[in-house]
């Protein structure tokens, strides 16, 4: 008779809102939806919508509420509430050092997603799947494995294994999404300036559930009704979907513009802080996309110039895409599920 072998069990650890933003929370997500298959997956979290908690329901993962639970606390708590835990993933920029030894120390095996480098690490692995990332931007103990780059890009399965999937797109269609919570309100700006791009016919602006600016953006659409429409809080099915169908994508370089890619989306990117740096260095080297700086100093000449360019462009566009297509072969999750579970 065969032995009976338990799925391993993996805590993610993230947290998401208004003053944090939903990047964390996305791609723990997306992390749920990898593992779910393989592993019993639970989210531990002191903070997050009730929209995205629902998400990782809908994948089979349990929430464990840790609002009330004194961070010191917290190792014992999730190994009260997840006794079979072996590994937990977390994300996260208040996940450092000392935090993730006293995990360890719970006698679990610690994996860090990361997008900042350097030595505050006590961790068996660290994830970062920024295409300018490289080894020397880390600084970590012997044991630490590192699985850096986009062939261990977090992306959930509706975002993978489609690089040559390609729907019909109306002519000047653009695909705008500054972030989940933008709290800088970089959508309005952004909009203002592709109002000067006379080839655009169509805008799809997308925002996260707790963008604080919607009213004002709503105003926005209703004021341009017909270019500009306003999209709230999407499931990444409907994310894609509209990455699919527009000619050109404007994000910051983020999770999004990564999910962006692989959905060939010929697109323009900047950074807003400094984590998504590495990203955008990676990605306009690798001309996976456009560059146009630091958004914090939006230039608006140059902004657009590349929009327009990219729009008018077909030969630009296809490189792009085809840049794209090579680059996402798919594989990610399987990289992921290999390291994670210690099969590397």
Not at 46 to 54: G, I, N, T, Y
Not at 120 to 148: E, K, W
Request: hydrophobic content about 45%.
């Amino acid at each position: 008779m065969a032995e009976f072998v338990k799925a391993p069990v993996i805590i993610l650890r993230a947290d998401g809102g208004a003053q944090i933003g939903l990047g964390h929370a996305m791609r723990a997500l997306a992390l749920a939806h990898i593992l779910s298959g393989v592993c019993q997956v639970a989210l531990a979290t002191r903070m997050m919508p009730d929209v995205l908690k629902e998400r990782y329901r809908a994948c089979g993962a349990e929430v464990v509420d840790l609002s009330s639970v004194e961070v010191i606390h917290e190792p014992e708590f999730i190994c009260q509430q997840v006794p079979d835990a072996s590994i937990i993933i977390m994300d996260g920029y208040g996940f450092n050092a000392e935090y993730q030894s006293m995990m360890g120390s719970a006698g679990m095996r610690v994996v860090v997603v990361d997008d900042m480098g350097g030595d505050n690490f006590s961790a068996d692995m660290i994830i970062n799947h920024s295409p300018g990332v490289q080894s020397q931007d880390y600084r970590v103990l012997d044991q630490t494995h590192l699985c850096l780059g986009l062939d261990y890009a977090i992306l959930q399965p509706v975002f993978i294994n489609q690089g040559s999937a390609k729907e019909e797109s109306s002519s000047g269609h653009v695909f705008l999404n500054m972030g989940g919570a933008d709290p800088q309100n970089m959508t309005a700006m952004v909009l203002e300036a592709l109002k000067h791009v006379p080839v655009i016919s169509r805008i799809d602006v997308v925002v996260g559930g707790v963008n604080q600016h919607f009213d004002k953006l709503a105003k926005m659409a209703d004021q341009n009704f017909g270019l500009i429409r306003l999209h709230h809080d999407l499931t990444p099915e409907q994310m894609a979907r509209l990455m699919r169908s527009a000619d050109v994508g404007v994000c910051p370089s983020s999770t999004v513009a990564i999910e962006a890619c692989a959905c060939t989306l010929p697109l323009i990117v900047g950074w807003l802080v400094d984590n998504q740096y590495s990203i955008y260095r990676g990605l306009v080297k690798r001309e996976l996309a456009l560059g146009v700086d630091d958004l914090n100093h939006f230039d608006e000449a140059l902004f657009v110039d590349q929009v327009t360019s990219l729009m008018s462009d077909n030969m630009l566009s296809a490189h792009i895409r085809n840049k794209q297509i090579s680059t996402f072969s798919g594989s990610s999750a399987i990289n992921l599920r290999r390291c994670i579970l210690g099969c590397n």
